[in-house]
Structure formats: structure tokens, C-alpha cells
């Protein structure tokens, strides 16, 4: 009976489809049919990018050894092939003398103590010969340093950690309603439990795992040499969609590939100061930069080489008439000494960066991420700060109230939408009393309307109005207000005050919000008071700057150490850097000892790490939140060198896998860059033999005591 019945059925859903409406079926079935390909042939290809051992527990790992690693190239240099058999044979012979806790025994420690290991380049031309540092003193004095700094970092560990851990990741809804809200808030969510699981999940044992070996390859990824793996989505959404999102969002598993480099080859880049008017058009080469090339004039294709005409902008007009004509109207601008930090929205070129750095003006630039032509490759390549990041529901990664000036020059921001959060982000951002200057040739009627109630709403101050001839631009200067008397005179409070207990510089993956923060009054705020005028701003310590006499000997340290080693003893060629990153920036002391330099440092303050990043704004620096279990927010080949001053130890074990963050200093340094590390001697030994695994050369290795120094340089090599 059952039998007959589900013939019965099946015959009369036959006899359906063969009906005309029958072909409505038909097409769900197959749309339903193809949804689950596409995921299924997504779900497999996730896992094509790369492979390499992962351990979730370190638990039964005694001690660290050195981890042995295969040649994954056939050309490898006898020089390397001699050193690492060198190393397996005395690294047999050291596991005798060790003891199951970890310890090291003495006659190693003594070794290491009074030898100076240089290895021998591979024989290329361009790379110049490592020079051991004698300094034996400032390596005493250094030491010293690192000891106090440690002691001073496990003091704060729990403070830092909870402050900004906690403070990144709260955010309650705006109450807009939007969804983008919304799902920023679930990411925020996820983003607190596991910071909660990596609290409880205390793993012992060394950062990187020993017993590890890495088998190298290229990522597979839609944007090839260009991949910036936060802000790349590779997976279904932007196989169905586009490649970038509206957001930053990390792939689940630490990326252990490496970026294959452009098509055409990479060559060093040009040299400072010649780069600011010509680059290789090769190493920023991709079709949409084509495309507007033929489009615009103030950059021209000549030969092999991208140039970029002097005083020449986007919109018609000389660049250094703009600047004269934004100082007209406001004198107290200052270019240069009263205002020294900007922030510049938008990368669609970058005369205004360069004109302002002959006014010494540091300006960084925000590259926003979209499918439009995106210039901040070319800015960096050209030498000039520079970061990616999208500008939609979350807060940028800065602190409050840390630019003298914003600037945005026909940078397509719309500020009066969604409640004018974009507005009130730059609201936060801007220091009391500071300058956000609005540039535009086509102003909608509508636009004019919503943007003049806005900044109204929120009291600032329109300084001047007013259209320059030559570039057809018209110009409107607004100024933050000093001071909270003006707020209690609005007679609607929307948008309202913020909670006062909501931290206005937390601003990792916080969402933005529909609030006004209230302007620093007391003295032991930053933000309070505007700066001393530039360079005397670089030398001073505000009152409000706890630990005055820690920055101070910072400072001091970072001046020796850079004067008498950093520079000379290195064998860095310092006329070939120009774009430099301090990865555990605390007072900024490495990049004030290198201003006199042809250089500029981006400071990361990472945020496990406690809050330092607004006193070094108050030195007239620039710098950024980041979390280092993450891939920074740039392209890659972006910097020239990467300091890393104990970033490894600091991390406590917080990333899921400590040998990515090696693969994206890979990612982030140009070929022929450099890599300056100083650790903890058990986490240089196998950091050293990762870097070798990259085919990195090996410039100088340097041990004393339990500290020591390494400094690596980055080939051509890849898998």
C-alpha cells in the first residue's frame, strides 16, 4: 500500500513539472543545486592557501630548541647549506647539556656571552657586508634598559591588558538601526570571548614551536601580489560579491603563506628624496592605476617609471597656492608649527602630503579601501605615511583628540549620513581647538544644507568660506571647539553627550558612536592644552604624562643606542630607508632619535600593550593601534625596516601562532629590507632559523647574557 502510494506521488509530481508552471520548479531546483556547489567549492578551497604545523597546547614541550627546517628551493647557497649543517651538528650536541625544565647550561650561556656571531652574505652586489657592533658599553646600557623595561611591562601586564583589551572591545549600538551596527556588535562580541579563552587558555612553553617545520607557499588569493589579508575577502562573500569589504575582517586561521611578488618583477625602489617625484611603475603596477592614469595629468607615465609633476594636483591649480590660500584665511594655522600632525582623507594623490612635508608637516594618510582606484601603494611607494582602512561603522585606530588638522579634498565622504557618526568619528579624533578643512568643486544644495546643521549640532566653529580661483575648490575651514561651556548652550542636545564612563580612545573594533565626547579640561588629561610649536614639542612632557622620568630615560636610551650602533653599526644603509615601523612603539623614543634622519616611523602601540600612543602624538609623531595576532592594515613591500623591540615576549602567548607574525614582517618589508629584532635569547635561536627558512640573510646575530640582537635582510626569494 505504502508502495503505491509514493509511486502515486511521484508520478504526480512528474506530471507538475511537465505542466507550464512546472518550469518555476524546475529553475529552484537548480538555483538550489548550484547555491551548494559554490559552497561546498568554497568550503575546500579555504584550505589551498598554505599548511604548516599548528598546536593548540605547548603543554608537552620541555624547552626550546632550535627547529630544523627543509630547503624548499633547490637553489640554496653552499654558504647556507655549511651553516645549517654546523647548526644540526651543534645543536645535537647542546641537547646533552640541557635539562628537561628548559634550562640552558652554563658553558652555552657563556658562549653566547662573549662572541659576536656575523654570518656571511650570499654573494650579491646590492647587499652590503654586516658590520658587528663593538659598542660594548651601549649594549651594557641597553641591557640595563630592557631589564628596568621588563620589570616595569610584567608590573603592567594585567592593568595594560584588561585597560586595553576591555576598552577595544566594548561598544554598545548607536541606535541608528542599521544592520552594519548590528553585526559590528556581534564581531565586537566574538571579539571578547576570545580574548576571555586566551586568558584562560594560559599555554606554557616556548613562543614558537620546536618542533615545527615549515614548508613555504604562495598564497592563492584574488588580489595575487597585492594581498592585504584583512581587508581581502577571499572567501563564498567575495567569491559572490567583491574581494574587499566594507570592514575589517581577518581570515580564522593565522596566514602562513607568502605573497608571490608583481608580475613584471620587483626592483629597489627609488631612493628618498627622488621618489617623491618618480617610482617604478612595476612595483605598484595594477590595470584600474592604468586606467586612471590616462585619466589624470598630475601623474605621467614615462619609460618605467611613474612621475608625478611639481605642484601639480588632481583638481586644477598649484598645491602650494592651496596651502597659501588655506593660511590666508586662517593665519593661526601656522603650516609646520602650529600644526604638525594632519590627517589626510583619502589617497587619490598626494601633492598635498608632499608640499606639506617641506613645510615640516607630518601628514599620514588614510587609504580607504573600496573597488575604486586605490592610490595608497603609490603614496607609500613614494615615501609618504600611509595606511588602508574603510571608514564606515567603526572607529579608526587612533586615539582622541590627537590631530591639530584634518583634511579632506574632494575625498566623496559623505559626513552627514547614517546620524553623522562618520562626522562625529572625526570629532573624536580632532584635538581641542583643532582644524578640519573640507575641500570640494561640486557641492550638491542638499549636501551644503545637511553638513552646515551638522557641524552646527556639534559647534564647531566655520572660520572661513571661501572658493580658490585657480583650482575652482571651494574651501571651508571648520575649528573644534576649547572648551564644554558651548555644549550646554545648544538648544537641542542630539547628538547627546557621551556616557562618562565610555572610553573615548578605545578604538580597536569599537564602534563608532552617535555621541559627543566631552572636551579635556583638567590638567591631567591629554588633549587639555594645544602643544608646544614644532620641534620644541618633540622635547616636552606634558603634566599630564605619569610616567615622566620613564620617557625621559626612553628617550635617552633610543638617542645612544641609534647614534652608535642603529646607524653605524648595523651595516644598514640608511640612504636607502625612508618608510620605518617601530612594532612596540611605547614612548616613541626609537623614531625621535631618528628625526634627524631622512626617515618617518609608524608607531605601533600594540594593544595589549598599555596606552602610550597619545603622548607620542604630543611629540609631534605619528602612530597606530594594533593587535600583532592580526595582519597590519597595508600593502605589502610597504616599509624599508621593522624594529621589533621585544614584541614576541610581550605577546605572552597570545596568538594562536607566533610564526605568522614572521610571515607578515615578510609581507610588510620590501625586498632588500630590514628586520632589526631584540629578544630574549631562547626566542632569537628559533626566530633566527624561521627567517632562515624565508631565505632572509642572517646580517648580524648578538647575545649577552639572556638578551640579544638580530638583524636580517630580505631577498628575492620565493617558493
Not at 628537561?100 to 662572541?115: I, N, P, Q
Not at 621618489?275 to 601623474?299: E, G
Not at 634627524?596 to 611629540?619: A, G
Not at 602567548?653 to 635569547?681: F, H, Y
Request: aromatic share 8%.
Amino acid at each position: 500500500m505504502m508502495e503505491t502510494k509514493r509511486k502515486m506521488g511521484i508520478a504526480h509530481f512528474v506530471r507538475r513539472i511537465k505542466q507550464p508552471r512546472g518550469i518555476w520548479v524546475k529553475m529552484a531546483f537548480i538555483v538550489v543545486l548550484g547555491l551548494c556547489f559554490v559552497f561546498f567549492w568554497s568550503f575546500l578551497s579555504s584550505y589551498a592557501s598554505s599548511f604548516n604545523v599548528q598546536r593548540e597546547s605547548f603543554d608537552d614541550i620541555a624547552e626550546p630548541v632550535s627547529s630544523r627546517t627543509k630547503p624548499a628551493h633547490n637553489e640554496v647557497p653552499e654558504s647556507s647549506r655549511s651553516h645549517e649543517k654546523s647548526k644540526v651538528e651543534s645543536s645535537s650536541k647542546s641537547k646533552e647539556g640541557r635539562h628537561v625544565g628548559g634550562s640552558v647550561h652554563k658553558h652555552e650561556t657563556k658562549r653566547k656571552k662573549e662572541h659576536v656571531v656575523s654570518h656571511p652574505p650570499h654573494k650579491k652586489k646590492d647587499l652590503p657586508k654586516p658590520v658587528a657592533v663593538k659598542e660594548e658599553a651601549v649594549v651594557k646600557e641597553d641591557q640595563e634598559h630592557i631589564e628596568a623595561e621588563t620589570e616595569e611591562s610584567e608590573s603592567n601586564k594585567e592593568d595594560g591588558e584588561e585597560g586595553a583589551e576591555s576598552d577595544g572591545n566594548e561598544g554598545e549600538s548607536d541606535g541608528n538601526g542599521d544592520e552594519s551596527s548590528a553585526s559590528v556588535d556581534e564581531e565586537v562580541e566574538e571579539k571578547k570571548e576570545e580574548v576571555e579563552l586566551a586568558k584562560k587558555r594560559k599555554r606554557k612553553g616556548p613562543v614558537f614551536d620546536p618542533k615545527a617545520e615549515y614548508n613555504w607557499r604562495m598564497c592563492n588569493t584574488r588580489s595575487k601580489h597585492n594581498y592585504m589579508p584583512c581587508i581581502d575577502n577571499d572567501g563564498l562573500i567575495g567569491r559572490l560579491q567583491s574581494y574587499r569589504h566594507r570592514e575589517r575582517s581577518c581570515p580564522k586561521k593565522p596566514v602562513m603563506c607568502l605573497v608571490p611578488l608583481p608580475h613584471d618583477g620587483y626592483d629597489p625602489p627609488v631612493p628618498w628624496p627622488e621618489s617623491k617625484s618618480k617610482i617604478l611603475y612595476k612595483n605598484v603596477a595594477h590595470p584600474k592605476l592604468a586606467t586612471y592614469i590616462k585619466k589624470h595629468n598630475w601623474v605621467n607615465e614615462s619609460g618605467e617609471y611613474l612621475s608625478f609633476p611639481q605642484n601639480k594636483t588632481a583638481f586644477s591649480g598649484n598645491v602650494l597656492q592651496y596651502l597659501e590660500f588655506i593660511q590666508e584665511m586662517v593665519p593661526d594655522i601656522e603650516w609646520g608649527k602650529n600644526v604638525r600632525i594632519v590627517l589626510d582623507i583619502g589617497c587619490s594623490e598626494s601633492s598635498f602630503v608632499a608640499a606639506l612635508l617641506d613645510k615640516d608637516v607630518l601628514t599620514i594618510s588614510l587609504g580607504l579601501k573600496d573597488d575604486l582606484v586605490d592610490l595608497a601603494q603609490v603614496s607609500l611607494e613614494r615615501g609618504f605615511p600611509t595606511f588602508v582602512s574603510a571608514l564606515a561603522s567603526r572607529r579608526l585606530p587612533f586615539p582622541s583628540g590627537v590631530f591639530d588638522t584634518i583634511h579632506c579634498a574632494a575625498c566623496r565622504v559623505h559626513w552627514h549620513s547614517h546620524g553623522g557618526k562618520l562626522l562625529l568619528e572625526m570629532n573624536r579624533i580632532l584635538r581641542p581647538n583643532g582644524y578640519f578643512i573640507l575641500s570640494s568643486n561640486n557641492e550638491k544644495i542638499e549636501d551644503d544644507e545637511a553638513m552646515t546643521a551638522l557641524t552646527a549640532s556639534i559647534c564647531w566653529n566655520i572660520l572661513a568660506h571661501k572658493t580658490e580661483e585657480a583650482s575652482e575648490m571651494g574651501v571651508r575651514i571648520y575649528q573644534k571647539p576649547e572648551s564644554n561651556d558651548i555644549y550646554g548652550l545648544r538648544r537641542r542636545k542630539n547628538p547627546p553627550l557621551c556616557k562618562e564612563n565610555e572610553n573615548p580612545d578605545a578604538a580597536w573594533y569599537v564602534p563608532m558612536k552617535i555621541c559627543l565626547y566631552e572636551i579635556p579640561s583638567a590638567i591631567e588629561q591629554h588633549g587639555a592644552e594645544w602643544p608646544e610649536e614644532w620641534p620644541k614639542r618633540l622635547e616636552t612632557y606634558p603634566e599630564w604624562l605619569t610616567s615622566k622620568e620613564k620617557a625621559i630615560g626612553d628617550a635617552d636610551h633610543w638617542k645612544a643606542m641609534v647614534n652608535k650602533s642603529y646607524l653605524t653599526g648595523l651595516g644598514i644603509d640608511w640612504l636607502h630607508i625612508r618608510n620605518v615601523m617601530d612594532m612596540t612603539a611605547i614612548y616613541g623614543g626609537f623614531a625621535a632619535s631618528l628625526v634627524n634622519q631622512s626617515v618617518w616611523v609608524m608607531n605601533v602601540v600594540p594593544v595589549h600593550s598599555p596606552d602610550t600612543l597619545p603622548f607620542i602624538y604630543e611629540r609631534g609623531l605619528i602612530g597606530i593601534y594594533h593587535d600583532w595576532c592580526e595582519p597590519f592594515g597595508t600593502y605589502p613591500r610597504s616599509y624599508d625596516l621593522l624594529h621589533a623591540d621585544h614584541l614576541f615576549s610581550r605577546l605572552k602567548n597570545r596568538c594562536k601562532q607566533p610564526a605568522a607574525i614572521v610571515v607578515e614582517m615578510d609581507r610588510l618589508t620590501r625586498p632588500g629590507g630590514w628586520v632589526v629584532v631584540r629578544e630574549k635569547v631562547e626566542i632569537l635561536e628559533p626566530l633566527e632559523e624561521i627567517f632562515r627558512s624565508l631565505h632572509w640573510e642572517i646580517r648580524m646575530t648578538y647575545a649577552q647574557d639572556k638578551e640579544g640582537m638580530l638583524c636580517a635582510q630580505k631577498t628575492l626569494w620565493r617558493p
